[in-house]
């Protein structure tokens, strides 16, 4: 049973901008944190910024001022806005409730230099 759903990566020049979404269960957003994760090919999952259920944010140093971190309560679904994308961010991007063993499967954004 699929439990949350990842969309929004894709292919961007340097400085350009995505918009990730993560549509999860009324109960997984309501209950947990949601965090975004990234990974690159040989390296661990690493978190990128997280939102817990009453709407407080943090973020990787990496990412703090071009990324955003937001929800959507009616729709169930967590965004991450980012902005002024660089080559290093190049990764797969996961949607994840901490302290959970849910995870999707990933969307892929590539920024090209």
């Known amino acids: 049973q699929t ?3 990842e969309s929004g990566g894709g292919l961007v ?8 979404s993560c549509v999860t269960t ?3 957003f309501r209950l947990n944190v949601m965090a975004w994760y990234c990974q ?4 661990q999952r690493e978190s990128v910024a997280a939102i817990t259920p009453v709407g407080s ?3 990787d140093n990496s ?3 071009r990324f955003t971190i937001s929800r959507d309560i009616d729709k169930n679904t ?3 806005q980012m902005n002024n994308l660089k080559p290093e961010d190049t990764a797969v991007y996961y949607c ?4 959970t063993t849910i995870w999707g499967q990933g969307t892929q954004v590539t920024v090209s230099s």
């Open 3 to 5: 439990q949350l759903v």
């Open 40 to 43: 690159t090919p040989g390296e």
């Open 26 to 28: 009324g109960s997984i």
């Open 13 to 20: 020049q340097a400085g350009g901008s995505l918009r990730l």
């Open 63 to 65: 990412v703090k001022g």
């Open 96 to 99: 994840h409730p901490i302290r």
């Open 57 to 59: 944010t943090t973020y």
């Open 78 to 80: 967590v965004y991450l």
